[in-house]
């Protein structure tokens, strides 16, 4: 039983508009003119395109173009035939926004918190010999600039033997770079810059920080960091630009803030074990306190931001945890003796073959 | 059949309101928040929506077609055709400055600057095909059946071109580029014909490329004769002169930061009058009426609305750390997971009213391009048939992907 509407009608084929009615049969209608009569067309072919003034609009799957506008109120014996409305989009006007909302939010929570805490247990699963192989891609020889000298190296050896139980799978080297820096890369590789060596005051010094370093060895921080930061950028590349990125970079410098401070607790363990004062360390972060400006920031809202903002704890508040550490009436000994330390120290300048800085003048 | 309708007040018209405009950015800014960004693309959808069948040309709307998926598609594509190997040789070539080897790192770089280059060309071009494919008026739509993969070589070699003479040749360089995109398109059966003139805009080229100048020029003489004027050495602020030189620096600066953003302005006016004013489309000829003041108030109020934005961001922000600053910071020191919630809490806050305010921006530049345009001529409806164009399926990914989006 056909039924009478009135209607717009574009057929895709050129730009005249024309006012039809619909004629239904069944599960078919036809568009009719004064003269002519467009179709038969399906109804199961109709697709929703929105609404236009009073209209709602509907387009028709294959046919580019095609256009029908129910004016006004659509006739109840029609709305069965109709495809449903569409707002935010299928599985959001299904559920209902407020509803969709709450299980996106839930799911991202769940994916944001699976990124952040996978990496601890995933990261041990990671073969030794993987991610050796990961360094020695990355880092290679250091193009030339590990310094080497037959008693700076033993120096430097008895360093590390004096700081870690086990160090036969660890690499330590000094690079001939002049930035007060250590680094712990994939590998087990620790590299101290020859900037930190030559102007530390005492062997202690670079005990502290080597055994940092080692700390985010054995606790595996470097493998994690590299997992947690590539989870998060996959997870927030959705956002654009800046957004993700800084959500990405608060997220991964909570997560580094607590490595730095598990390295610390590390450190200072492992200075107890081989008797070495941690006096020294304390104010190796004294003079680097002073130099990023964190020793006058005594209170306030500055502080407050860079504890954020920055991927390490505040070298004021190493400083004083490091000397807090400090236990009276312990019988500390030097780490190294100061032929050994000499050695250690003047290793890069005595090494004839060793390349120098980066490799371009920036310096 | 035959519609003339190009003496009416304007035949592109606007309808839109900003609060009904609203109800859809607000609702997107929340969704794309709780979906990690990913809603983004539908939300795109929904903007386009609104606005394109809230514009008239002559007595019917536009209709934007586009799906958010195909847009997520195209994002997905770029990701892992372009981002992953991208990421590969970015990581590659660090290992190579590592181990020494500067020079086959650099040669990687720069390739990979050379081909980001190319691609952000072929985005510019693709980008400006989808919109014109998704877009329908009376049933049709437009598009091209050009890949843009030449455009892209245009877009690099005449951007060189014209940074060799200090970049004078800039004007030069849009205009032709302009022109050739446009000459690629088409809507229903008409090709565009774009024959802008790019030596009319040298003149506020110029102006622009030299208030700097001016600018640093006056201040040096208008300085120099009143510290003479002044006289006497020793400090500059014992004498009259001296202290009204000291005041020109500081109006020099902040002119600096008025009237250089004000050329830029006058350049972007002329340049889209220009532009536009060369396009051609069968009998149809356009005119973009936007004038230098109309520009200068469109760009105060965007100011004015991220500045508002950027209030409401911080807000929350102030509200945790300024409430007690030393206790903050205590908390924070010795890792409460409590604290960084709610600093991580509160960043995600802050996020509402910037994306809300870059939706009314997106809003408002629709509507200051909408109510700008004008046509004139006769589009024979008989004669505008469909489009025979190819239709890409994978949306703006490349230029997404580039973060260069422009109208």
């Known amino acids: ?363 | 059949m035959s519609d003339s309708q190009g003496r009416t007040p304007s035949a592109v018209t606007f309808h839109g309101s900003w609060i009904d405009f609203a109800k859809i950015a607000l609702p997107n800014v929340l969704l794309t928040l709780v979906t990690l960004g990913i809603y983004r693309f539908w939300a795109t959808t929904r903007e386009r929506n609104y606005l394109w069948s809230k514009t008239r040309f002559i007595d019917e709307p536009l209709e934007w077609t586009g799906t958010g998926m195909e847009l997520f598609i195209g994002f997905i594509m770029v990701l892992f055709l372009l981002g992953v190997p991208f990421a590969i040789l970015q990581l590659v070539a660090q290992g190579m400055i590592f181990q020494g080897q500067v020079a086959i790192a650099a040669i990687l770089v720069i390739t990979m600057v050379l081909a980001i280059y190319y691609l952000t060309g072929v985005a510019y071009f693709r980008t400006l095909r989808y919109r014109l494919s998704r877009t329908y008026w009376r049933g049709i739509r437009g598009g091209s059946d050009d890949q843009g993969l030449t455009y892209g070589f245009s877009y690099i070699w005449k951007n060189f071109a014209a940074a060799i003479p200090l970049f004078l040749l800039y004007p030069w360089a849009s205009i032709s580029l302009w022109n050739e995109r446009w000459n690629l398109m088409s809507f229903g059966p008409y090709r565009f014909e774009s024959n802008a003139r790019w030596t009319d805009l040298m003149k506020r080229y110029l102006l622009f490329y030299l208030v700097p100048f001016l600018i640093f020029a006056g201040i040096f003489i208008a300085g120099v004769s009143a510290g003479m004027s002044g006289g006497g050495g020793g400090n500059p602020f014992d004498s009259a002169g001296g202290i009204a030189a000291f005041t020109l620096i500081i109006v020099g600066v902040l002119a600096m930061y008025i009237l250089v953003p004000i050329a830029a302005l006058m350049y972007y006016s002329k340049f889209f009058r220009v532009a536009v004013g060369g396009l051609r489309l069968g009998d149809l000829e356009f005119e973009f009426k936007a004038r230098s003041p109309d520009w200068i108030l469109y760009w105060l109020g965007n100011i004015a609305i991220m500045g508002l934005a950027y209030g409401f961001a911080f807000a929350p922000f102030s509200a945790f750390v300024f409430a007690s600053p030393e206790q903050f910071a205590q908390k924070i020191e010795a890792g409460e997971t409590f604290m960084t919630a709610g600093f991580i809490i509160s960043a995600l806050i802050a996020i509402i009213p910037l994306a809300f305010a870059a939706s009314i921006i997106r809003y408002r530049a629709w509507k200051f391009f909408a109510v700008h345009m004008e046509a004139y001529g006769e589009v024979n409806l008989d004669h505008l048939t469909q489009s025979e164009t190819e239709v890409s399926s994978h949306g703006e990914g490349l230029l997404d992907a580039f973060d260069v989006g422009a109208m």
């Not at chain 1, 139980?165 to 690499?171: E, H, I, N, V």
């Open chain 1, 1 to 363: 039983m056909p039924t009478f509407f009135d209607a717009w009608h574009f057929d895709g084929k050129s730009a005249v508009r024309r006012k039809v009615e619909v004629q239904t049969v069944g599960n078919q209608f036809y568009l009719a003119e004064l003269e002519r009569r467009h179709g038969p067309f399906a109804f199961a072919d109709l697709e929703y395109a929105g609404e236009q003034g009073d209209a709602s609009v509907y387009k028709m799957g294959g046919n580019d173009g095609w256009r029908l506008g129910l004016v006004g109120n659509v006739p109840t014996e029609l709305v069965p035939h109709l495809p449903a409305k569409k707002t935010y989009g299928g599985w959001i006007d299904r559920l209902g926004i407020g509803p969709a909302s709450a299980v996106f939010a839930i799911v991202s929570a769940a994916v944001v918190a699976v990124v952040l805490f996978s990496p601890q247990w995933l990261a041990p699963l990671i073969p030794a010999s993987v991610e050796t192989k990961i360094g020695d891609a990355l880092i290679g020889d250091f193009g030339g600039r590990f310094c080497s000298t037959p008693k700076g190296k033993a120096a430097l050896a008895k360093l590390t033997n004096a700081l870690d139980a086990d160090p036969r799978d660890l690499q330590v080297e000094v690079a001939n770079i002049d930035m007060i820096n250590a680094v712990a890369l994939p590998g087990r590789k620790v590299i101290l810059f020859n900037g930190l060596v030559s102007q530390a005051k005492s062997p202690d010094e670079v005990a502290g920080v080597l055994a940092h370093e080692i700390g985010h060895v054995r606790e595996k921080h470097v493998m994690q960091g590299m997992l947690r930061q590539m989870g998060l950028a996959v997870v927030l590349g959705g956002f654009d630009g800046n957004g993700g990125s800084t959500l990405n970079g608060l997220l991964s410098t909570t997560y580094t803030r607590e490595s730095e401070r598990e390295a610390d607790d590390h450190s200072l363990k492992a200075l107890k074990s081989a008797s070495v004062s941690p006096i020294a360390t304390a104010d190796f972060f004294r003079r680097l306190s002073a130099m990023d400006g964190s020793a006058q920031m005594r209170e306030g809202k500055e502080r407050a931001m860079a504890s954020y903002t920055s991927s390490h704890p505040l070298s004021d508040e190493r400083r004083k945890l490091f000397e807090n550490s400090v236990i009276k009436g312990k019988a500390y000994r030097p780490i190294l003796s100061s032929d050994e330390w000499t050695e250690l120290k003047t290793m890069c300048a005595q090494d004839r073959k060793v390349k120098s800085g980066w490799g371009f003048d920036f310096e």
